[in-house]
């Protein structure tokens, strides 16, 4: 049996005319009736946890999230039926990565979690709910499965849940991993894994408290944004220019930041390759790095982002094993 977790999304949407656009409008029980196959893959059980845009799950509604997930995990608090053999989520596109690194970092790999959503809504030609859905319901089924936690399935792709990352705003194959490889593809019936699971120690905050600004460098940046946000936040993601480089104009507000005993990761605004701290003039990435900022290693900035999130309110370093 896998436990179906539905939170909304484009793929619970279709379009309304009176509002002008595309809506939360299916449940669970309609998803299912969409894709009748479902049942001849596993046995399942629905939950209807929310029907929002991704865009809506704030830090608060996140971390409930994560708790639900765990408890199913974990077979507390799922009512009448044996403990799943995985979990599916159907989630909105615009932040399942976030969803699908905080699952990753702070849950052990007890079940498969497979998460999905879609790209168009089932009023629309080309609908790739159906598959997705089907898809990650046969990642969650699969003995082949076991040990490989939070992944998101899509378009016939799984990544591990560390790795994925939205990388185009429409395309249906929308996702990829700019710091990794797709771990395996559903050729149904079955999920073949090309990569092991890599080992991971998840760790255990007790909420996402902490406060993280993730602020992009521009052309001749002096620092002002990096000023005016660090009164409110815990610490600081900068996307930097290249392999990590940034104005001179900025490096005084890094700085403060540092002074402040806030720590500052080091993301690149390129969509691929590591930040790495090669140049030593002002502003450069070595120089940075021997400020005490720390390189945001083989995550994209908004990866690093959750990544700092979690540890400051787990209470340990960036990157923390």
Known sequence: MI???FTGGT???????VAGGNVPTHGGEALVAFAPELDRIAPFRIENWARVPACHLGPDRLWALRERVREIAEGTRIGPGERPRGIVITHGTDTMEETAYLLARTLEPVLPIAITGAMRTADEDGWDGRQNLLDAA???????????????????????????VKVDTMRL?????????????VRAPEVCYELPAAPSVALRP???????????????????????????HDGLVVVAFGSGNIPPGAVGAVQRWLDDGKPVVLASRCPTGLVTPAYAFEGGGAKLVAMGVRPAGPRTASQ???????????GVEYGAA
């Open 3 to 5: 436990h179906l977790l």
């Open 173 to 185: 194959a929308a996702f990829d991993a700019p710091h990794g490889a797709p771990v395996g593809r």
């Open 304 to 314: 690093a982002r959750m990544e700092l999130t979690i540890a400051l309110s787990a």
């Open 206 to 232: 007790a909420g996402l408290t902490a406060r993280v600004a993730q602020i992009p460098m521009v052309v001749g940046d002096c620092g002002e944004l990096l000023d005016l946000a660090r009164p409110m």
């Open 138 to 164: 046969t990642v969650a089924a699969s003995t082949a499965s076991s040990g490989r936690g939070a992944m998101v399935v899509f378009a016939g792709k799984v990544f591990a849940g560390s790795e994925a």
């Open 11 to 17: 793929i619970s949407m279709q379009r309304d005319a």
